[in-house]
């Protein structure tokens, strides 16, 4: 079974959102803790655009599930982000071959998510 690549570019234009919305929060005057919730899931989409320049296996797309569900969960503490977040992470998955989530015990919790809101 051939496993596709992460998408690189998409995910290198996500890191682009999350650092734009960090910068517009921040003018904006949101608090600490806005701010870091934003710089923490912009650290997990770097690292997934480092690792995306890599040959992609199950595990790798597993992480980018994760990642994505932190991108989804964003939306929660940014409410007027929320549908462009999610539009963004709908863009990293929707890749066709992608390997499902998954199924064993040691899978990481909650790794399915609800990206369309």
Not at 4 to 33: K, M, N, Q, T, Y
Not at 64 to 81: D, F, H, Q, Y
Not at 93 to 105: F, R
């Amino acid at each position: 079974m051939s496993i596709p690549p992460l998408p690189s570019a998409v995910i290198r234009d996500l890191l682009g959102i999350v650092r734009v919305l960090w910068w517009s929060r921040w003018a904006d005057g949101a608090h600490e803790s806005e701010l870091k919730a934003i710089a923490s899931v912009g650290d997990d989409v770097a690292r997934l655009a480092r690792v995306a320049r890599f040959e992609a296996c199950v595990t790798t797309w597993h992480q980018a599930r994760l990642t994505m569900k932190r991108v989804v969960m964003l939306g929660e503490v940014v409410p007027s982000a929320d549908h462009l977040l999610r539009a963004a992470a709908r863009r990293v998955l929707c890749v066709p071959g992608a390997p499902p989530p998954p199924q064993h015990a040691y899978a990481a919790p909650g790794s399915e998510m609800d990206i369309d809101g």
